[in-house]
């Protein structure tokens, strides 16, 4: 089973400020890593595909990048409603099949 | 446009059988090559995958709960299921259905439904 590491656990971050949340691989999983957001009460969004690529209808704030075992998320210039906590996910080691890591809460400064 | 819809029990006593299922509208899950997932949250804490099932009735387990997990289609409806036995404090929840978003290959989840929180009584 591979194991996903994300850091920090929580990032304070002020309005139009940028942040930057990693996500670490027990093993290599190539490039088939996904990022999600997720707000009190809401279910998870899909932001970020295969490493780098952005879901559909998400802003180009958001950029990932990394392949093998180090990931990183990007978001610029943070909204309001990019508040809440990010998780990684690999898809990578099928059987036995998906992993999260235990997500980055991205707080108000 | 996929809609899935979790429906079941909201409460289920310490040692039973937690049993949900995912009604699913806007596509067939048996004409199409998706490998639809159960995803659960126990509550304020993280998203942890507990199995898939791909349309042609195989299924995939995580380790950690597969000795205790079922997931079935019923092949008269459009829907499929979640069995979890002797449910502990541990298995409360909110449980997600969700789709990924591709067919035929194993890709993220970018269609969820809103989530039912089950409860693990004593």
């Known amino acids: 089973e591979i194991v996903m590491t994300q850091s920090p656990a929580t990032l304070s971050v002020s309005p139009g400020e940028s942040a930057t949340l990693s996500c670490r691989a027990s093993r290599t999983v190539s490039s088939n890593l996904a990022w999600y957001h997720q707000t009190p009460g809401q279910t998870p969004r899909l932001l970020i595909y295969s490493a780098s690529t952005r879901a559909t209808g998400i802003p180009a704030r958001f950029s990932g990048s990394g392949s093998g075992t180090d990931f990183t998320l990007t978001i610029s210039s943070l909204q309001s409603e990019d508040f809440g906590v990010y998780y990684c996910?690999?898809?990578?080691?099928?059987?036995?099949?998906?992993?999260f890591g235990q997500g980055t809460k991205v707080q108000i400064k | 446009q996929v809609q899935l819809q979790e429906s079941g029990p909201g409460l289920v006593k310490s040692s039973e059988t937690l049993s949900l299922t995912c009604i699913v509208s806007?596509?067939?899950?048996?004409?199409?090559?998706?490998?639809w997932g159960w995803i659960r949250q126990p509550p304020e804490k993280g998203l942890e995958w507990i199995g898939s099932?791909?349309?042609?009735?195989?299924?995939y387990y995580n380790p950690s709960l597969k000795s205790r997990v079922t997931i079935s289609e019923d092949t008269s409806k459009n829907q499929f299921s979640l069995k979890l036995t002797s449910v502990t404090a541990a298995d409360t929840a909110v449980y997600y259905c969700?789709?990924?978003?591709?067919?035929?290959?194993?890709?993220?989840?970018?269609?969820w439904g809103q989530g039912a929180l089950v409860t693990v009584s004593s």
């Open positions: 806007g596509v067939s899950i048996h004409s199409t090559s998706y490998y």
């Open positions: 969700a789709r990924p978003m591709g067919e035929g290959i194993v890709m993220p989840f970018d269609s």
């Open positions: 996910q690999q898809y990578n080691n099928w059987p036995p099949g998906y992993s």
């Open positions: 099932i791909y349309y042609n009735g195989n299924t």
